[in-house]
């Protein structure tokens, strides 16, 4: 569900990071909200969104290293979706 709603608001991760330094703190923002709201209602989904987040402000700030790992842990953990 993060994933696909990311794709609706930008077509790639380099749209993503070609967007303002302010504009991507706003978008890490939202998820940080998305985060503690779905985490009230399913751990593990506030979990799942933590870590989309991690991986998006990978994206944001070039850690490659870090990006990589997310996106390694968000492959595995994406069966457990409903």
């Known amino acids: 569900m993060a994933y696909s709603l990311f794709r609706q608001r930008f077509a790639s ?5 070609n967007i303002s330094y302010f504009a991507r703190l706003k978008y890490l923002r939202s998820l940080t909200k ?6 009230k209602k399913d751990p593990l989904g506030g979990l799942a969104w933590g870590l989309f987040k991690a991986w998006v402000g990978a994206i944001a700030f070039g850690d490659v290293e870090l990006e990589q790992l997310t996106s390694n842990a968000l492959s595995e953990i994406s069966h ?3």
Do not use: H
């Open 34 to 39: 998305m985060e503690i709201d779905y985490g």
């Open 80 to 82: 457990l979706a409903p």
């Open 13 to 17: 991760t380099q749209d993503f990071r």
